[in-house]
């Protein structure tokens, strides 16, 4: 009888600890790059840029099998502008705001430049290049420039990885890359 109970006492123990469910976060394994884009002098953002990263060479990235993102699989690693969706969570067409309720759509990015990677991208293989193209609303007036990356750049959403980040010395994560671009 005493073996049952111990065994029963052990079997409970072991049992109960493996249904300990680990709290996920929504944005596990995915990091974000923002992108602070304007004149010098000037707060609001750029908008109509093509701003895509590039190797050493300064040849486009392919993401090719989703190895540097989760989404865009062997597409070329384009930012997009951060929009602002409405109560039930559609795209808001433009500046078309009407009764204010409005947020953004990744609210830690707010009116500025994104693009999604994984948690292990190798930011400091790469480069950020940003091109005002003919043709588009700014009519090609700003000069190219490319920016080097650092892991730092990224934005790591999840409270365990920031708070492994915040122990660390060196420049602080989650801050969008300040980009001045010039005519």
Same mark, same amino acid.
Request: glycine share 6%; hydrophobic share 35%.
């Given at each position: 009888?005493?073996?049952?109970?111990?065994?029963?006492?052990?079997?409970?123990?072991?049992?109960?600890?493996?249904?300990?469910?680990?709290?996920?976060?929504?944005?596990?394994?995915?990091?974000?790059?923002?992108?602070?884009?304007?004149?010098?002098?000037?707060?609001?953002?750029?908008?109509?840029?093509?701003?895509?990263?590039?190797?050493?060479?300064?040849?486009?990235?392919? !993401?090719?099998?989703?190895?540097? $993102?989760?989404? /865009?699989?062997?597409?070329? +690693?384009? &930012?997009?502008?951060?929009?602002?969706?409405?109560?039930?969570?559609?795209?808001?067409?433009?500046?078309?705001?009407?009764?204010?309720?409005?947020?953004?759509?990744?609210?830690?990015?707010?009116?500025?430049?994104?693009?999604?990677?994984?948690?292990?991208?190798?930011?400091?293989?790469?480069?950020?290049?940003?091109?005002?193209?003919?043709?588009?609303?700014?009519?090609?007036?700003?000069?190219?420039?490319?920016?080097?990356?650092?892991?730092? !750049?990224?934005?790591?959403?999840? $409270?365990?990885? /920031?708070?492994?980040?915040? +122990?660390? &010395?060196?420049?602080?994560?989650?801050?969008?890359?300040?980009?001045?671009?010039?005519?």
């Amino acid at each position: 009888m005493r073996y049952l109970l111990i065994y029963l006492f052990f079997f409970s123990f072991f049992t109960a600890n493996a249904q300990v469910a680990v709290q996920h976060c929504g944005y596990d394994f995915t990091s974000y790059l923002v992108l602070d884009v304007h004149e010098n002098g000037k707060k609001e953002n750029i908008k109509d840029l093509k701003i895509t990263i590039v190797d050493s060479d300064g040849k486009e990235v392919i !993401n090719v099998n989703n190895a540097y $993102s989760w989404t /865009n699989s062997n597409k070329p +690693m384009v &930012f997009s502008l951060n929009y602002k969706i409405d109560e039930s969570g559609k795209k808001i067409p433009g500046e078309a705001d009407k009764n204010g309720k409005s947020r953004w759509f990744f609210p830690f990015a707010k009116d500025n430049y994104l693009l999604s990677v994984t948690n292990t991208f190798p930011a400091e293989n790469f480069s950020i290049k940003v091109e005002d193209i003919d043709g588009k609303a700014n009519g090609g007036s700003f000069k190219t420039q490319l920016v080097p990356l650092n892991s730092y !750049n990224m934005y790591v959403l999840c $409270s365990a990885q /920031n708070e492994r980040q915040a +122990m660390q &010395f060196g420049p602080r994560t989650n801050r969008p890359v300040e980009i001045i671009l010039e005519k």
